[in-house]
């Protein structure tokens, strides 16, 4: 059964840091991997998603990596702005999980200026 | 280009009764998918809709059913409300079951 772990739970960092969160799954037989942003009460916005075969996409100040064979992916932002401010969410669409999504808990971060 | 869209935004109803839910995909979009999210949850997939069909399903009881229109629209039904089905529901819509998926602002549900 394909599980999701998000690494750390919550994040506080002064505006203008470099970041990285975490995400680790169980089952290296995926699809693909999508890093989403959820604010307070609101529905998911994609950020990146990397099909299996790649290794990493950008978006900006976002940087996503994926290493299939050890189960791992990190999201990497620059220059942290208080904007920034939400929780991160990674997901993956799973060989054995068909068509279904599946989640990690979440990185909430938050963004002092 | 609309995205996705849910209604309503907020419900509020007792435990025992019936709810529906409803999502309208993004413009080219055929495929929708349904999830729960509890306070402070990731995501949990209930179901999927593919030319009016439930392709797949998570591991929900009957009481969460479901329905896709022509217009590739959808509804989330849920029956005989738990105070433990409180929770935010979200709506994802994708051209296909692999590509990426869309999510709409979500409904939130309080059973009282």
């Known amino acids: 059964k394909q599980e999701v772990t998000q690494i750390p739970a919550a994040l506080s960092v002064p505006e203008g840091e470099n970041l990285v969160l975490n995400c680790s799954f169980t089952d290296s037989a995926i699809y693909n991997l999508q890093w989403f942003r959820q604010d307070p009460g609101k529905g998911l916005t994609s950020l990146l998603l990397?099909?299996?075969?790649?290794r990493e996409q950008t978006s900006g100040r976002l940087n996503a990596s994926l290493d299939k064979s050890s189960g791992r992916s990190t999201l990497y932002i620059a220059a942290s702005q208080p904007g920034d401010s939400a929780t991160y969410l990674c997901a993956v669409l799973s060989n054995q999980a068909g068509t279904a999504l599946i989640f990690g808990k979440g990185t909430t971060l938050s963004v002092s200026s | 280009d609309a995205g996705v869209t849910q209604s309503p935004t907020h419900l509020i109803k007792t435990r025992g009764q019936q709810v529906t839910l409803r999502c309208s995909p993004k413009s080219g979009h055929d495929t929708v998918s349904w999830y729960q999210q509890a306070l402070g949850q990731g995501p949990q997939f209930i179901f999927q809709y593919y030319e009016e069909e439930e392709r797949q399903r998570g591991n929900f009881p009957d009481r969460f059913s479901g329905h896709q229109f022509p217009n590739y629209s959808s509804e989330l039904n849920v029956n005989a409300l738990l105070l433990g089905d409180s929770a935010l529901y979200l709506c994802a819509s994708s051209h296909g079951a692999t590509d990426t998926q869309y999510f709409g602002p979500g409904t939130r549900l309080t059973v009282l």
């Open positions: 990397i099909q299996s075969s790649q």
